[in-house]
């Protein structure tokens, strides 16, 4: 196709540390692949602990004079960044299909959405405000304070490379602090890109560095992120189990954490809902990405009055909408898994569960005519309890179709899982939307929705879904501290 073809200016092979593109200190580097074809897009730094510091002391060292910037300065940095952004929508979207594999459809949509956080975020960062407080002595004074609280380190997934790091960049630029951004090993050139254009925006050096680094270097990495004392702050969007080792390190340190760790979204259709509107969230919220996104709907629970129907439009609207292949082609809307392992855990779960019994209405199978990494959206019923797909966040483009009768039960099996990100619902009976509402053991619900997220509201989880919440004016409170002032004796 032409798109591929043009040259990328934003297309960098050197991390950026200190306002400066360099290697690593080891000057090895490792390749990032396009998923649909396995070639080779660029070679980068595969950097180590020694980058790490570097980048740690130049983010402590520009803190220094960032912090003391004033809101409406930083304001402006993040507002020339998001103009930035979006004058170079396409550019970033190739080059996000190129290293992720989702369509450009998704790659724009992602963009937009990525950048909603820093146009956001400039303009919160004029509203972070201390309080006076009432005082119990009368010739006092007391002052709450919102202190910048240092370096933030922020590591990112493959899934949403580009917004996964505005959300946590923005903000933590946003309170004055400076960031060390560690993106995933699959998908780090959208961070390369995302730092040229904060270089262009403005941001003084040593304010945003990018250091990546291959699989073999993340735990490393990640380590000395966790351990070093300068980094006061730690965000990352991964999964549970990284989360869970990042969260014992930051012990040493007592490091302030936020935490954005896999789901188990349950999608329940009721008996008085509208099923065209139903199976249209069931396809964004299962498909989009492939299902590879932490607030994918991951079980479905109809109602057995509306089961067969449900199934029966879920499976039309799957035939109908969804053109699998290579994502920078147009008509495209749905690529390839970013990796092999992700290819051989979704093989594996069909695999036992159908072995087991359960019954596959469409997919169930690779694609390997469209290349290596494909596979088929999948339709599954008579999943038991017996079966690993049964209570195992997917991640990828399986749907999961339980049957249900009772309110009650189908809120006892939604919640019977030790994470809590998202969790979706379709009803038209009042009562029972604000009733459900209530009862779902999760930070973020969505009612007739299948897709909720956005900058004004709080992103997050509870349980063993995580810590903190993005966006939203909550969004900037990882990045404060407060101070306490009392002026007595007045
Ligand atoms: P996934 O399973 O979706 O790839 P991961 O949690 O493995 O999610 O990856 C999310 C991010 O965490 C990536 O940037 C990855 O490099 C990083 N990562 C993986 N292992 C570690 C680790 N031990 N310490 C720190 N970061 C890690």
Redesign the pocket.
């Given at each position: 196709t032409p798109l591929l073809n043009r040259s990328l200016h934003l297309l960098r092979d050197q991390a950026y540390i200190n306002g400066k593109w360099i290697g690593g200190e080891k000057n090895e580097t490792f390749p990032i692949y396009n998923p649909v074809n396995q070639s080779v897009i660029k070679n980068v730094p595969d950097m180590d602990v020694k980058d790490t510091r570097l980048a740690i002391n130049a983010a402590s060292e520009a803190f220094k004079s960032f912090s003391k910037t004033t809101a409406k300065e930083r304001s402006d940095l993040l507002r020339n960044w998001y103009n930035l952004m979006v004058e170079h929508t396409e550019e970033l979207a190739e080059i996000l299909t190129k290293e992720n594999g989702k369509s450009i459809a998704e790659s724009k949509a992602e963009i937009k959405y990525g950048n909603s956080f820093v146009e956001w975020f400039s303009e919160e960062a004029r509203r972070i405000e201390g309080t006076i407080l009432q005082t119990p002595i009368s010739n006092r004074k007391l002052l709450l304070y919102k202190e910048p609280i240092g370096v933030a380190a922020l590591?990112?997934?493959?899934?949403f490379p580009h917004a996964m790091i505005t959300r946590k960049a923005a903000a933590a630029l946003a309170a004055g602090c400076t960031c060390v951004i560690?993106?995933?090993?699959?998908t780090p050139l959208t961070a390369l890109a995302l730092a040229d254009l904060a270089e262009k925006a403005g941001f003084p050096h040593g304010t945003v560095n990018v250091i990546t680094?291959s699989?073999k270097n993340?735990?490393?990495?990640?380590?000395e992120?966790?351990e070093n004392p300068n980094v006061k702050v730690l965000s990352?969007?991964?999964?549970?189990?990284?989360?869970k080792?990042?969260y014992k390190?930051s012990a040493s340190t007592i490091k302030r954490l936020c935490l954005e760790?896999?789901g188990n979204a349950s999608f329940i259709v009721f008996d008085s809902a509208n099923l065209d509107i139903a199976v249209q969230g069931a396809m964004l919220s299962k498909f989009r990405n492939c299902g590879?996104t932490c607030v994918s709907a991951n079980r479905f629970f109809v109602h057995s009055s509306k089961f067969d129907q449900f199934i029966e439009m879920f499976l039309s609207k799957i035939q109908s909408d969804i053109k699998m292949g290579d994502g920078s082609k147009k008509e495209v809307t749905h690529g390839p898994l970013?990796?092999e392992?992700q290819l051989n855990m979704t093989r594996a779960l069909i695999t036992d569960a159908v072995e087991k019994g359960a019954k596959v209405h469409c997919g169930g199978t690779p694609l390997p005519e469209l290349g290596p990494l494909f596979y088929a959206p999948t339709l599954i019923t008579d999943v038991t309890k017996e079966m690993q797909i049964y209570n195992k966040e997917i991640?990828g483009p399986i749907a999961v179709i339980h049957k249900f009768e009772t309110e009650n039960e189908v809120i006892e099996n939604s919640n019977n899982t030790p994470v809590g990100l998202a969790g979706y619902f379709y009803s038209q009976d009042i009562s029972q939307i604000f009733r459900v509402a209530k009862q779902l053991e999760v930070g973020m619900v969505g009612i007739n929705e299948g897709i909720i997220s956005t900058a004004e509201a709080a992103f997050g989880g509870v349980k063993e879904s995580g810590l903190g919440r993005e966006g939203s004016r909550h969004g900037v409170e990882d990045f404060l501290e407060i101070k306490y002032v009392c002026l007595g004796n007045l």
């Open positions: 590591i990112t997934p493959w899934n560690k993106p995933s090993e699959e680094t699989l993340s735990p490393n990495v990640g380590r992120l966790c990352f969007t991964g999964s549970t189990a990284v989360g080792i990042l390190q760790l896999g590879q970013i990796k392992s991640f």
